[in-house]
């Protein structure tokens, strides 16, 4: 519909026509605010776009290309030789540099809901310190405040959230102080929603007045930023790179000087981190050259033999790892969204409760939607230069996905606390371990009292600290704006 504010009768005609009068199926018995709700979100609904993912479906546009041969592309390995960690030490004083400048942002996805968790609220909000039980949300502040502090400037810091949790992120913000960070320098701002198909592609029913919809996956940050008037607000503030990363990963750094100064010094327009998969089966995305381009392939396209490939060196060819973790300039942004949105969407069989005909609220045993998502990664492709860095996986990688098992709260708690003895080791304390090696005892240290190994140990600690219990090091005194 290209109608500014169409008509309920206008509406109905409109789906009516593109064959989704279902849709109504319950307004006579709806009351005002319900006939309002329903027509709210279908206004929003593009159907052109629905019959152009319709008939991208039916003739397989949809499914992963497997043109061409893959193969692992070049990267930036961990340093081996003092000429690596020279130019490790130069980029991170350019990348110091922009942040001092004010030239960097830090953008987080955090749309998501904490359901996998059995946490009824926005993800960012769960307590993940393995001492403080601090928030997601509260150990990524930290150290967007301990960067400022050691570099000066100012890192405004953009979440992108999303419909179903917006209020309550904002709600949590503003409840806890703004985390101690100028909340003239934190933005949010809400992606697109798309709406969920059936399999004859029909809009699914959630509610008598409400069809069941879904973001439209994490590449739909760079059109919410240009949308929603963030793009424009970095560009007031003379911001020119962004640094990318999801909620759930607790290990990440806000700003990696290091990352931001090798992805300048290459004029990219949009660079990566990699770590190694823990298993060939682990499900994060690979980066790989394909008929020349840099691209992501996620590990739900790929079959059991594709994930266990190796060249001709032994590498796995997918093994390369994306743990969701970017730096883009703010103009690439700009040239991506200007004139249309470039992301082409990706097919996803779900399954999903959904209202029948009789309005039963059904539970599926199978998979018995569609949804479609863009992915940021595939900006890769109109990227004319792009770095990919290695790090450790145990430094920088550890999401929040699952309750139990890998990727839970029980093994970013261990990962942080291994990382913590890890510091003060190196900084010459004695921790004690447990015959399996792992820390006896759980460990943080806030990013306000201590933001890398280096400067844990130039607080020369005394060397006799003895751990008999849980040790949380946490900020010194002092304003934290």
């Not at 699952?402 to 708690?413: L, Q, Y």
Request: negative net charge.
């Amino acid at each position: 519909m290209n109608l500014a504010r169409p008509t309920a009768a206008e509406i109905r005609n409109a789906f009516a026509n593109a064959g989704q009068a279902h849709v109504f199926r319950w307004w006579d018995e709806l009351d005002d605010a319900g006939r309002e709700r329903l027509l709210g979100q279908l206004r929003r609904v593009d159907l052109d776009q629905l019959v152009r993912l319709r008939d991208d479906v039916r003739r397989g546009r949809l499914a992963p290309s497997k043109e061409g041969a893959p193969s692992l592309p070049e990267y930036v390995p961990l340093p081996q030789t003092e000429q690596d960690r020279r130019v490790r030490a130069e980029a991170a004083a350019g990348g110091a540099a922009l942040i001092a400048a004010g030239k960097v942002a830090a953008l987080t996805v955090a749309g998501g809901q904490g359901t996998r968790l059995g946490y009824d609220a926005p993800k960012g909000t769960y307590p993940v310190g393995p001492v403080s039980r601090k928030t997601l949300f509260e150990i990524h502040a930290e150290k967007i405040f301990a960067l400022q502090k050691r570099h000066g400037g100012v890192i405004p810091w953009y979440l992108m959230t999303s419909e179903t949790n917006d209020a309550d992120t904002r709600a949590y913000f503003e409840d806890n102080d703004w985390l101690g960070l100028n909340p003239d320098n934190i933005r949010f701002f809400t992606q697109r929603m798309i709406p969920v198909v059936d399999h004859d592609f029909k809009l699914v029913m959630i509610a008598r007045d409400e069809i069941l919809t879904s973001p439209n996956g994490h590449g739909g940050t760079l059109l919410a930023l240009f949308e929603t008037g963030m793009l424009d607000d970095m560009e007031a503030r003379g911001v020119e790179e962004i640094s990318y990363f999801q909620v759930d990963n607790v290990l990440v750094p806000a700003a990696d000087p290091v990352f931001l100064g090798l992805h300048r010094g290459a004029r990219a327009q949009m660079s990566n981190k990699a770590v190694w998969k823990r298993d060939p089966a682990e499900p994060i995305g690979a980066f790989v050259r394909v008929s020349g381009d840099l691209v992501v392939i996620e590990y739900s396209d790929l079959s059991p033999e594709e994930m266990r490939r190796v060249n001709e060196t032994g590498k796995l060819v997918y093994g390369l790892g994306s743990p969701a973790i970017h730096a883009l300039r703010v103009d690439f942004v700009r040239e991506e969204t200007a004139g249309g949105f470039r992301l082409p969407f990706h097919l996803a069989r779900k399954s999903a409760e959904y209202m029948d005909e009789t309005g039963r609220r059904v539970r599926p045993e199978g998979k018995n939607v569609y949804k479609f998502e863009t992915f940021i990664f595939d900006a890769l492709r109109d990227a004319r230069e792009s770095v990919i860095l290695e790090v450790r996986r145990e430094e920088e990688f550890s999401p929040l996905k699952n309750a139990t098992g890998e990727d839970s709260p029980d093994t970013c708690r261990r990962d942080m606390t291994a990382l913590y003895a890890r510091w003060l080791e190196n900084a010459g304390v004695r921790v004690p371990r447990e015959p399996d090696g792992t820390p006896s005892f759980p460990i943080e240290i806030s990013p306000l009292y201590a933001l890398d190994a280096e400067e844990l140990s130039a607080k020369k600690l005394p060397k006799d600290i003895a751990l008999s219990g849980p040790l949380y090091l946490g900020p010194e005194s002092g304003s934290r704006r």
